[in-house]
């Protein structure tokens, strides 16, 4: 006897099962993360790497975070003023015959700032990222995140992450970074950020 379709609690589509609700909200970001890693080790692995020997001046990039909008009912509530300081520190680049990977640059990230709810938070990962189309980059971060909210609304003390962004390279010490994290379940329903990045 076939399964008559619901509409899912979860997801809202009409279906038997729904994959989300097997495998849980706090489940996803692990499997996001694992994927992230995953794919960024195959990158590796399947690409010449080679390490980036510039001075520190030239491999270092300051983050000022600012801003973000929330998508959802309850975004007027949340906070979108979210001052914080970080920065990136290049590795090394990919060398390939693939105009879509070849020089993509390999990078590490931390950032400090105030969350949806005003409260101190902070992430840290790896990010890859290539030219886009004439000055603007794109690139995927991956890692881990704390928030005060995210732990309250069951998930671990560290949330793993994997977001996609935008990257301006002007030929100026001043850029900007935009950011897309996905909605995912109880955790959130999507956040669009925007940084400032200074390079010396």
């Not at 700032?113 to 000055?135: E, I, R, T």
Request: charged share 15%; net charge neutral; glycine share 10%.
């Amino acid at each position: 006897m076939a399964l008559a379709p619901f509409r899912c609690l979860v997801c809202g589509f009409f279906h038997p099962v729904c994959f989300r609700s097997i495998i849980g909200s706090k489940t996803l970001p692990w499997l996001a993360l694992f994927m992230g890693f995953v794919v960024t080790a195959a990158t590796l692995r399947a690409f010449q790497y080679e390490a980036i020997k510039d001075p520190f001046r030239e491999r270092f990039t300051l983050h000022l975070n600012g801003l973000s909008t929330h998508f959802g009912g309850s975004a007027n509530d949340l906070n979108e003023v979210n001052w914080g300081i970080g920065g990136g520190y290049d590795l090394g680049r990919l060398a390939s015959e693939s105009v879509i990977t070849n020089g993509a640059v390999f990078s590490l990230s931390v950032d400090f700032y105030s969350d949806s709810f005003s409260q101190p938070g902070y992430a840290f990962g790896v990010a890859l990222q290539n030219k886009l189309v004439g000055p603007i980059d794109l690139g995927f971060q991956v890692g881990l995140i704390h928030e005060d909210n995210l732990v309250d609304k069951g998930s671990w003390y560290l949330t793993p992450f994997l977001f996609p962004y935008l990257e301006t390279r002007f030929d100026f010490p001043v850029n900007l970074r935009m950011s897309l994290i996905p909605p995912l379940g109880k955790l959130t329903k999507g956040v669009l950020t925007l940084q400032a990045l200074i390079r010396f």
